[in-house]
């Protein structure tokens, strides 16, 4: 008798915890802006070190993920929070006409920026008019 | 370490009927009915918790210099005013480029945050490392607790 009301008590919190782990990861915000040659990808990520960040291709999908590392003292408790999980997470679907193995990444100051180059066939280029 | 920033997570502000949570747990918008809650791409974010010893106060500022942030606490109120430039330039010929997303912030900003009580404004320090600011306002001695001991009569 105890068995059954500890399990249908306790399971419609476990089924809230399953429902709210979606939500510790946050979306960053982004800039994705063409060039010439290249496209340029700017996310905010701030509290995501150099050690915490990977970024991956796979499939022609990059996908970008960072834990957010702060450095919190033992015995906080929170009085407000809008920032409210702590990792980062983004994918995106890269067109056919991005160089996937000359894709190159910094983080600077928990802004990731990252270089997508075209590929040489699809670069912008320039045709020179002969005279007749 | 990681699961820091986890303690920040309060639960549910106030206790909702069955019907509302069901909604909640379909529609994952529980924050649309939360006071606290703000607009989604306010810049910067900010976190407060408090410690025995201290409030402290995280702001979640990427790009931004520790010279763009200015920080001013007055009567309780934490003012944090700055100003993040735009990542997008334009061409060298003046030109515009093709944007397809723009969802950072970017321009002048200016955010404050109500303090609890009794912080020493005097003693409060601020760091900065990959893009989150860190305030520390300690408490003032006289409100820090204290365990009082039972004298033997």
């Given amino acids: 008798m105890n068995n059954v009301v500890r399990s249908s008590s306790h399971s419609p919190r476990q089924q809230h915890d399953q429902e709210k782990r979606p939500q510790d990861t946050l979306l960053p915000a982004v800039d994705i802006v063409e060039e010439s040659d290249v496209l340029k990808l700017v996310a905010d990520m701030p509290g995501v070190t150099h050690e915490s960040l990977t970024v991956e291709i796979d499939n022609n999908v990059l996908s970008l993920e960072g834990d957010i590392a702060l450095n919190m003292p033992e015995g906080l408790s929170a009085l407000h929070a809008e920032v409210r999980g702590q990792r980062f997470a983004r994918r995106f679907n890269l067109s056919h006409e991005i160089d996937g193995d000359a894709i190159t990444a910094t983080i600077d100051n928990g802004v990731l920026t990252l270089t997508l180059p075209k590929k040489d066939s699809h670069r912008t280029r320039r045709i020179d008019v002969q005279a007749a | ?153």
């Fill in chain 2, 1 to 153: 370490m990681f699961d820091d920033i986890k303690r920040f997570e309060t639960g549910s502000p106030q206790q909702l009927d069955w019907f509302r949570q069901l909604l909640d747990g379909f529609l994952h918008d529980g924050d649309a009915m939360d006071l606290r809650a703000v607009p989604r791409g306010s810049f910067p974010m900010i976190n407060v918790a408090r410690s025995d010893d201290a409030v402290r106060v995280y702001v979640f500022a990427a790009g931004l210099s520790p010279s763009a942030l200015t920080i001013d606490v007055q009567d309780n109120v934490l003012t944090l005013r700055g100003r993040r430039d735009a990542s997008i330039a334009s061409n060298e010929d003046g030109s515009a480029r093709p944007v397809f997303r723009r969802e950072r912030a970017s321009g002048e900003f200016v955010r404050a945050v109500a303090l609890p009580d009794g912080l020493d404004a005097e003693r409060a320090e601020a760091r900065h490392a990959h893009g989150v600011f860190e305030i520390v306002l300690p408490k003032r001695e006289e409100l820090k607790p204290r365990r009082i001991e039972v004298k033997a009569a």
